[in-house]
């Protein structure tokens, strides 16, 4: 069965310091992969997307992620983190194209000190 | 701005009742719509996948006498939590995936539910 593990439940950087969150899945085929942010009272805003080609991944933000076959990771990275950045970040798996069904990882609460 | 909105954004009642939550895509046409639901600290887990016209599909595990979904427009889907129990308190999310966009869904805020 697929799954996914977001190994760290929290995280405390300093501001300006890089971050990196885990995401490691389990799954058959090629995944499509997705890490999303959710900050209280707004819902969940899409980070960045794997789904094929180059395996280096740029989304919004400043925030990357890098997809690795060979550990079954796709760990979401920033180098320099801002105050605001502080909220829950979920890494996702599609199921299968096309249908959109998500596996979520148990989420990642990235606390950001002044 | 937000593309998914859901209302109400959170909602208290007593056992036994019934709470309807509404979530809509505010620019765009979503034939499928998925509802979610999170648990303190926990994860979101796929309750049921609405489709417009059709019945629903639901998860395994998921009573769908419990949860009663309805999507009757191509921009409103409404999930009703039935005789609700404070087991039923919960973070209840719906998302949206945008066509033309592979693979993309945009979530709802969320609508918090407490059950007393």
């Known amino acids: 069965a697929q799954s996914v593990t977001q190994p760290d439940i929290h995280i405390t950087v300093s501001e300006g310091a890089s971050l990196e969150l885990r995401c490691n899945y389990s799954?058959?085929?090629?995944?499509?992969l997705f890490w999303y942010v959710q900050s209280p009272g707004q819902g969940l805003q899409l980070l960045l997307k794997?789904?094929?080609?180059?395996?280096l991944v740029q989304g919004i933000k400043g925030f990357e992620a890098e997809f690795k076959r060979s550990q079954s990771s796709f760990n979401l990275r920033k180098p320099s983190v801002h105050w605001s950045d502080a909220a829950e970040y979920f890494c996702?798996?599609?199921?299968?194209?096309?249908?959109?069904?998500?596996?979520f990882g148990t989420g990642t609460r990235l606390k950001v000190l002044a | 701005g937000a593309v998914v909105s859901q209302h109400p954004s959170w909602v208290i009642c007593k056992s036994g009742t019934s709470v309807k939550i509404e979530c809509r895509s505010l620019?765009?046409?979503?034939?499928?719509m998925f509802w979610y639901r999170q648990f303190p600290k926990q994860s979101l887990m796929l309750m049921a996948t609405?489709?417009?016209?059709?019945?629903?599909?639901?998860e395994q595990g998921v009573e769908k006498d419990k949860f009663l979904i309805n999507h009757a427009s191509l921009t409103l889907s409404t999930l009703t939590v039935t005789s609700a129990h404070p087991e039923d308190s919960s973070f209840y999310i719906c998302?949206?995936?945008?066509?033309?966009?592979?693979?993309?869904?945009?979530f709802g805020p969320g609508t918090r539910l407490l059950v007393l």
């Open positions: 609405s489709n417009e016209g059709s019945k629903a599909t639901y």
């Open positions: 998302s949206a995936p945008r066509p033309g966009l592979q693979e993309t869904q945009y």
């Open positions: 799954y058959g085929a090629t995944p499509y």
């Open positions: 996702a798996v599609a199921t299968s194209r096309g249908t959109y069904k998500y596996i």
């Open positions: 620019d765009f046409q979503a034939t499928t």
């Open positions: 794997y789904f094929s080609g180059d395996t």
